[in-house]
Structures are given as structure tokens and as C-alpha cells.
């Protein structure tokens, strides 16, 4: 049966009214007072890469349809030209962690509460649709919170959060911890939402996707700031952590923001996107054993294995490789900008949630215990390398190469 618009809001209405809120929130949506909305078939066309050198113009209906049917994109109407000014190089990390001394102690003090408290406010907004009021406000919410962490670890006077503008209203967001150099290590996650359905329109909670990732990176960043050494900038690298708007239209917030690093010729070590922390409920259904996704298509290769040592090292549960596809989050905006990246997700890909992208994606299915695993990978990665010195490792990697020990 071919849905009607109609037909479809009648049966989407009710799960969209009962959207996850706050105890003491009041439910002030009224999504049709006036009967039903018309939406104007929109005829704006959009340049979008479905794989390297498969690219097509697409109305803004065609690209929900792609992504309801689980293809995934760039869309490259605004950013044509990134990846053009850079050469990717090999990239050389180290062999295996080694401040396990530091970073131990940290570890202790990551918290489940902290991510469940913030997740809570998070997916209490209708949407975080990137077009939306609703996604300018859970963004400026976002930007507050990454604010007062700042303020809280007496860190203001090194450490700054700023958005990063886009013309859509929501806003990307950086905060930055300065090292002894502006070589930087990014750690990212997107911050908006999407009902694939009725995007303008529908609840989309997306307490998973990407809600999970934007809180897991959030406690990594306040725990870091703990260490004293991070916030007097002794590390070798700078450190940023990234909270990309407008993911689900085609990687939009983090190519904007990448190929500004790429054009101001930026040097980034490494990247590292968390979408997606919280749900394990069809791995362990499978009779599989909880682990982390590391994501082995589309990525780089020599910081992948860095971060599976990282994951053995520092988490309690193993880790699975796994494929997710081209364009499949923001990581890959970096690796198009010549940057090396690499991705990890909940769990094998398959098993990954299959309530996003709808009313249904709710705290209620996570894991924070699977969050914290999350949060203690992402505050070692971003330890461990702002911590290195990547010009001495890549000197002793070239050394090494030309005396033959390689």
C-alpha cells in the first residue's frame, strides 16, 4: 500500500506526541493546532557523492528517500573542492600506549550519572533537526554546557568553546584545549537529530543517534580537564573536541569545518567520531559478546590499529571490526580533507540500533554502562596522542625506512 501524506502523519502523530521528556517538563508542542501542514514539495536541487566519482543532483526529498533506505552520503553542494588543496600522507602513531599513568587515574572519575543527566536534556528538545528552532536551541544549550565544564575545571583562561557558524541556524561547535603546538588531535560526534519521515515536522529524540556520542565526547572532555598538565598546555598537541551540526544532510557541519582547517592549511594528526555509544541490546539478542565497533572501511589504517591497542588497553571489553560504508559519519569528511580519521560505533554494524532516525530513538534502550566503555576509549585516544610528538615518531619511522628495519 503507497502511503498518502495524510495517511502517513496519522500514523506517525501518535508516536510523535509521545516523544521521551523531561518529569517535570510540560509538553507545550502542539504539532497541528490548525489541521494539517501543507509542505511544499521542495524543487532546490543538491550535489551529493554517493561513492568516490558517483555524484548526482538531488531534490531534498530525494536525499530522506536515499537515507530511509539506508544510503548514505556526502553532500557536496557547498564544498565541492574539498580534499583538493592536500596530499593525505602516511600516518605513523605509536607502537602502544604509554601514559597509563596519567590516564588511569582519570578513568575513575568519568560518569555515568553526568552522561545520562546531560542525555536527558539533550533529547527532551522536539528535534535537533538541523533546520529547525528546535536545532538552534539544543545547539546554543550544548555550547552553554561545553561552556560551564570549562568554568567548572577553572580552565577559562586556556581553554576556549566556540560555534562554529553554518547559514542552516545550527551551529557546529569547538572547544579547544591550546598544546606546546597548533598540531591538532580532533575528537568528534554530531549534535543534531532527524525523523526521516517528516523531518520539519516529527519527534526525533535521537537519544542514540547521535545523542549517545555528543554526551560520551562531553564527559571525556570534562574529565580531561582534570589533569593539570592538559589545562596548563603541556601536551604537544592541541586538542579539540567537535560537536558537528547537521550530519544527517550529508556530513554538512563537518566538511564546512574541515575544509576551512584544509584551506587554512591546518595540521591535523589524527580524528576520531564517535556516533553512536549506547545500544548493544541486538548483540547481546545474538548471543554475541559486548564490544566495541572499531570501523575498518573507509578509515586509516595505522590510527585504527592505534586505536584498538588504545581499547585494549584502557577498556573492559573487547573490540569487533566492522564496516559501515562510505560517507557513514563525520570521519569521513576529515579523511576527504587528506586528514587521517577513524571511526567506532556501539557494535558490529549490524547489530548496531535500528530505532533511529524516528520517535523511537529513547534513553530507555542504552547502556550507560556501554557509554562509559565509550568514554574511557575517547579521553586514553585523546590523552595518549595529544601527548605525542609526531614530528620525533615520524623522524624514527623515516630512519627507521631508510636503514632498512622496516
Given at each position: 500500500m503507497k502511503l498518502t501524506y495524510t495517511s502517513?502523519?496519522?500514523?506517525?502523530?501518535?508516536a510523535a506526541n509521545a516523544r521521551f521528556k523531561e518529569h517535570n517538563e510540560a509538553d507545550r508542542v502542539q504539532l497541528f493546532p490548525d489541521g494539517l501542514p501543507e509542505v511544499p514539495k521542495s524543487t532546490e536541487k543538491f550535489h551529493i557523492e554517493l561513492a568516490p566519482g558517483d555524484t548526482r543532483w538531488v531534490t531534498e526529498d530525494e536525499?530522506?528517500?536515499?537515507?530511509?533506505?539506508?544510503?548514505?552520503?556526502?553532500?557536496?553542494?557547498?564544498?565541492?573542492?574539498?580534499?583538493?588543496?592536500?596530499?593525505?600522507?602516511?600516518?605513523?602513531?605509536?607502537?602502544?600506549?604509554?601514559?597509563?599513568?596519567?590516564?588511569?587515574?582519570?578513568?575513575?572519575?568519568?560518569?555515568?550519572?553526568?552522561?545520562k543527566d546531560h542525555l536527558t536534556t539533550f533529547t527532551a528538545f522536539h528535534t535537533r533537526y538541523y533546520k529547525s528552532s528546535y536545532g538552534k536551541q539544543s545547539s546554543e544549550w550544548l555550547l552553554k554546557t561545553v561552556r560551564e565544564t570549562i568554568k567548572a575545571a577553572g580552565a577559562e583562561d586556556t581553554v576556549t568553546a566556540e560555534h562554529f557558524e553554518h547559514p542552516w541556524g545550527q551551529n557546529s561547535i569547538i572547544a579547544r584545549i591550546p598544546g606546546?603546538?597548533?598540531?591538532?588531535?580532533?575528537?568528534?560526534?554530531?549534535?543534531?537529530?532527524?525523523?526521516?519521515?517528516?523531518?520539519?515536522?516529527?519527534?526525533?529524540?535521537?537519544?542514540?543517534?547521535?545523542?549517545?556520542g555528543t554526551v560520551t565526547i562531553l564527559e571525556a572532555f570534562r574529565v580531561i580537564l582534570q589533569s593539570e598538565d592538559i589545562i596548563k598546555g603541556k601536551q604537544e598537541n592541541t586538542l579539540e573536541f567537535h560537536w558537528y551540526s547537521a550530519e544527517e544532510g550529508g556530513l554538512?557541519?563537518?566538511?564546512?569545518?574541515?575544509?576551512a582547517y584544509e584551506k587554512a592549511g591546518r595540521d591535523v594528526k589524527a580524528m576520531l567520531q564517535q556516533d553512536m555509544t549506547g545500544f548493544i541490546t541486538r548483540t547481546l539478542d545474538a548471543g554475541k559478546v559486548e564490544s566495541v565497533g572499531v570501523i575498518v572501511d573507509y578509515v586509516d589504517p595505522n590510527l585504527t590499529e592505534f586505536i584498538k591497542k588504545v581499547v585494549v588497553e584502557y577498556c573492559d571489553i573487547p573490540y569487533v571490526e566492522t564496516k559501515c560504508g562510505y560517507a557513514c559519519s563525520d570521519h569521513a569528511s576529515a579523511s576527504k580533507a587528506g586528514y587521517p580519521s577513524a571511526f567506532v560505533i556501539e557494535s558490529a554494524f549490524e547489530y548496531s540500533d535500528n530505532h533511529i532516525h524516528s520517535t523511537d530513538d529513547l534513553i530507555e534502550y542504552l547502556s550507560f554502562d556501554h557509554m562509559l566503555q565509550h568514554a574511557r576509549l575517547t579521553l586514553a585516544f585523546g590523552y595518549e596522542l595529544a601527548f605525542t610528538?609526531?614530528?620525533?615518531?615520524?623522524?624514527k619511522d623515516r630512519d627507521s625506512y631508510y636503514s632498512g628495519d622496516l
Open positions: 502517513l502523519v496519522a500514523l506517525l502523530l501518535p536525499k530522506w528517500e536515499l537515507r530511509r533506505n539506508g544510503q548514505r552520503f556526502f553532500d557536496i553542494t557547498d564544498h565541492p573542492d574539498l580534499g583538493s588543496l592536500r596530499t593525505a600522507k602516511v600516518a605513523v602513531f605509536p607502537k602502544k600506549p604509554k601514559f597509563q599513568d596519567e590516564i588511569n587515574p582519570l578513568l575513575t572519575n568519568l560518569s555515568k550519572s553526568e552522561m606546546k603546538t597548533n598540531s591538532t588531535v580532533v575528537i568528534g560526534a554530531h549534535q543534531d537529530s532527524i525523523n526521516l519521515w517528516l523531518p520539519s515536522i516529527l519527534a526525533a529524540p535521537g537519544a542514540d543517534d547521535d545523542g549517545s554538512l557541519g563537518s566538511q564546512a569545518i574541515f575544509s610528538d609526531f614530528a620525533k615518531l615520524e623522524k
